[in-house]
């Protein structure tokens, strides 16, 4: 009961990860679709998986949209199912408590599982469900002799068939699940049993390969790349290493799983390693089979299939015997090291989980900001992830970061998967904006959209109705936050209250106060293009004293520079002060503001519109209260 406590407390961020990478065009493939349609070939998709839509469309609501919460809770669900499944298959096939126990731990808690966990799309974990049903009333039925229950082992296993075809993989285990039961190896081919299972399979198989699918994705690669990035999940974490393997230590890997060979053939555990081995190496034949390394990389979701196989690997080598006397350097040593690597699966898990969540928490926003738009506006994304992973990667070969939001996908779609409407949307990317943040941040991040320059910005900014940017911070985190508006031509219809130059004049200045702090909204009406080295200052000023605050910069958060303004144009820009000394104290301040060369320190003189000239280039735009607390 703890583990299963401790295993949905773990994934339980999942539930707020929301829709991430293809999902639009995934959980879209249902829609529209009647039943038979369903359960019969596709030809704009990949597989033949029937089940599998099947159990998509459950999840659609009445106007074709999806929940995400419900669908990570079924996958979060699915999984503690299989632990039990787990425990239950390894005591059906006679291992010891405290094998059936560890194996359970491990593969709960196995690391590689956790996109097929914590992804609302993958079918991995389901149809696991379907062949641990099957294979653990497969041993029941042949140890009591029970055809009924036969039956309904094959029932699973074709069902399991429907949701992925990499379920036939579960053949050859079946065989050693005959031997195991029977106890003789020489009665095996002649059990009728496993060779029904054969037959069925051999007639899935036939239909999958003529059932008309959209080719391009399976093919028959045998890319020994799959095979070696495949292999890495063998080596189950190792003790010490919390950040994973680094590729220095990729050598090492083999040799860690050499040794452990060695532990199960010394301590006579030859069931174990010959199941545990079967089961990793088969359930991911297909995978090498059928998908070259481009695809798979991208996919450590594949890992589950063979994660029991590896757990009861693991967990038959290090753990303590209990039918034997007791050893007591050797129980200490394995307890250790169980623990050690069972510390090491929480730590990678933990790691994955706070990179999901990063991600999660910008899609959440931006997914807020398309909720509250009119359905006819056109909005630009600057700098939006299309996807980043660590620094540091758990394993050397294949990618091990998070998919968010690619590019062949619109980022409208994903409001339109829950919504079922969303406004246009672009993207582009300013590389050299943020470049600070996203340097000393965990994450190496792939943006969306085609590289420009800030010029290019501001073009497309006078045809849509606002762009956002995403900043990156050195913990990880990412925001999204509205950089402004551009109003092509537009006469403003209000006098200005200040003119700062012969570049800009300033139309309003409007004052926010919240927890997170003090922001300023500002309204610009561009006279002239500004210099490259112009920018705007904003400070947050106690009457009399220096600065307590500043929200420095060009306008739009960079995106907006003053070179490349149009004259006639309507600029709209949003700052929030940023404090001198960690934070801003209760009282009064005055919020002053102007435009500066950064290269030469000068700054534009302001003009009240009477015609005046105030001191210093400084004009007072408001004031403001801070509140304490």
């Known amino acids: 009961m703890l583990l299963f406590l401790f295993t949905a407390a773990l994934y339980a961020r999942a539930l707020h990860f929301g829709f991430i990478w293809d999902d639009p065009v995934w959980f879209y493939r249902v829609a529209g679709k009647s039943l038979w349609e369903l359960i019969t070939p596709l030809p704009e998709y990949h597989f033949y998986r029937p089940g599998t839509l099947l159990i998509n469309r459950a999840f659609m ?56 966990v914590a992804w609302a799309a993958p079918q991995h974990a389901w149809v696991m469900l379907l062949s641990f049903i099957s294979a653990s009333t497969y041993v029941i039925a042949r140890r009591q002799s029970r055809p009924a229950l036969l039956a309904g082992s094959l029932i699973a296993y074709l069902l399991a068939l429907s949701v992925q075809e990499s379920a036939i993989q579960l053949l050859p285990l079946l065989f050693l699940f005959e031997w195991r039961v029977r106890g003789r190896f020489r009665v095996l081919w002649r059990s009728a049993a496993p060779w029904l299972f054969v037959i069925v399979s051999l007639g899935y198989l036939a239909f999958w390969l003529w059932a008309p699918k959209y080719e391009g994705v399976t093919t028959l690669a045998f890319d020994p790349e799959v095979a070696w990035y495949l292999l890495q999940g063998l080596a189950y974490p190792v003790a010490g290493l919390l950040g994973g393997i680094p590729e220095w230590a990729g050598g090492g890997m083999a040799a860690a799983f050499i040794g452990l060979v060695s532990i199960l053939l010394l301590r006579r555990r030859y069931w174990a390693l ?126 091990w970061g998070l998919t968010l939001a690619p590019v062949r996908v619109e980022l409208a779609d994903f409001a339109l998967l829950t919504t079922g409407y969303a406004p246009h949307t672009e993207s582009l990317s300013v590389l050299s904006l943020g470049l600070e943040g996203r340097d000393a941040g965990p994450y190496y991040v792939n943006m969306r959209g ?66 997170d702090g003090v922001c300023v909204d500002l309204e610009w009406h561009a006279l002239a293009a500004g210099t490259s080295t112009d920018a705007v200052f904003l400070h947050l000023t106690p009457p009399g004293e220096p600065p307590a605050a500043q929200a420095d910069g060009a306008p739009g958060q960079g995106l907006l520079p003053l070179w490349t303004w149009k004259p006639g144009d309507l600029i709209e820009e949003s700052r929030c002060f940023v404090p001198v000394n960690g934070e801003i104290p209760p009282g009064a301040y005055l919020i002053n503001v102007g435009i500066y060369n950064w290269e030469t320190q000068t700054r534009l003189p302001v003009y009240l519109p009477e015609g005046s000239v105030l001191p210093d280039g400084v004009f007072t735009a408001a004031w403001v209260r801070v509140p304490e607390g």
Request: hydrophobic share 50%; with cysteine.
């Open 61 to 116: 609501r009445g106007d074709g949209t999806f929940d995400p919460v419900p669908m990570h809770a079924f996958q979060i669900g699915v999984h503690l199912l299989n632990v039990a499944l787990v425990a239950r298959l390894c005591r059906e096939l006679r291992f010891g408590r405290g094998v059936a126990l560890a194996t359970a731990a491990f593969f709960a808690l196995y690391p590689l599982s956790h996109q097929a």
């Open 450 to 515: 085609a590289p420009v320059a800030e010029s290019t910005v501001y073009e497309r900014a006078r045809e849509v109705d606002a762009v956002y940017l995403v900043s990156y911070h050195s913990d990880g985190t990412m925001t999204l936050s509205r950089a402004g508006a551009v109003r092509k031509g537009l006469a403003s219809g209000e006098a200005p209250v200040a003119r700062l130059g012969d570049v800009a004049e300033l139309l309003s200045a409007g004052v926010s106060v919240t927890t």
């Open 274 to 399: 010959a199941i545990g081995g079967v089961w990793a190496l088969c359930e991911q034949a297909a995978t090498w089979v059928g998908l070259d390394y481009a695809y798979v990389n991208l996919s450590s979701r594949q890992f589950y299939l063979s994660a029991f196989g590896v757990a009861l690997l693991w967990a038959a080598a290090l753990s303590p015997d209990c039918s034997r006397p007791r050893r007591r350097l050797w129980d200490v040593a394995g307890w250790a090291a169980l623990a050690l690597i069972l510390v090491q699966g929480v730590w990678l898990l933990t790691g994955f989980q706070q990179m999901y969540a990063h991600g999660a928490t910008v899609q959440s926003a931006m997914l807020d900001v398309l909720a509250t738009a009119d359905e006819e506006d056109s909005l630009l994304f600057v700098n939006y992830p299309d996807r980043f992973e660590p620094y540091r990667r758990p394993y050397p070969l294949g990618y």
